[in-house]
């Protein structure tokens, strides 16, 4: 079984000098899935990472909690998280609720992991595109979520 709370303890503190730290807890041909892309394998998850703190200001993983009671031999971890970033230096900060979905392998190592967010929260931060998705996001909501 995974270490949850060393898991999360990685994901909270995550900086761009420190990924190794957190890819220990990933099998070697882990596969990662968000609502943009789907990769194969530690380096290209590392690559994503990366990349995350490269295109973002100040980015970081918080409020991550465990979401159901993790059994002892169990295959699937769900944890909940909050991601904070801004766009670029005096930007304000933007979040983002979600969570991710961790399926483990028999030596307790993340086999798959996907993350479950709205991919258009994010795009609305971006200056060319998201009037237009928050323009879409209001002409097809309903009228009490407006």
């Given at each position: 079984m995974m270490d949850t709370a060393a898991f999360i303890a990685a994901a909270e503190s995550l900086?761009?000098?420190?990924l190794d730290r957190l890819l220990e807890f990933y099998a070697d041909d882990c596969e990662f899935t968000d609502p943009f892309q789907t990769v194969r394998g530690k380096t290209a998850i590392r690559q994503v990472y990366s990349e995350m703190f490269t295109h973002l200001h100040g980015p970081r993983f918080r409020?991550?909690?465990?979401?159901?009671?993790?059994t002892p031999g169990s295959s699937e971890v769900v944890i909940g998280w909050t991601f904070e970033f801004a766009i670029r230096p005096g930007k304000p900060p933007q979040q983002l609720r979600g969570c991710s979905r961790l399926c483990l392998n028999t030596l307790g190592k993340?086999?798959?992991?996907?993350?479950?967010?709205?991919?258009?929260?994010?795009?609305?931060?971006?200056?060319?595109?998201?009037?237009?998705?928050?323009?879409?996001?209001?002409?097809?909501?309903?009228?009490?979520?407006?």
């Open positions: 900086s761009h000098q420190d409020d991550l909690r465990l979401m159901g009671a993790a993340i086999q798959d992991h996907t993350d479950y967010w709205d991919g258009s929260r994010l795009m609305q931060a971006f200056p060319v595109v998201g009037p237009v998705i928050a323009w879409l996001r209001r002409k097809i909501a309903h009228p009490s979520s407006r």
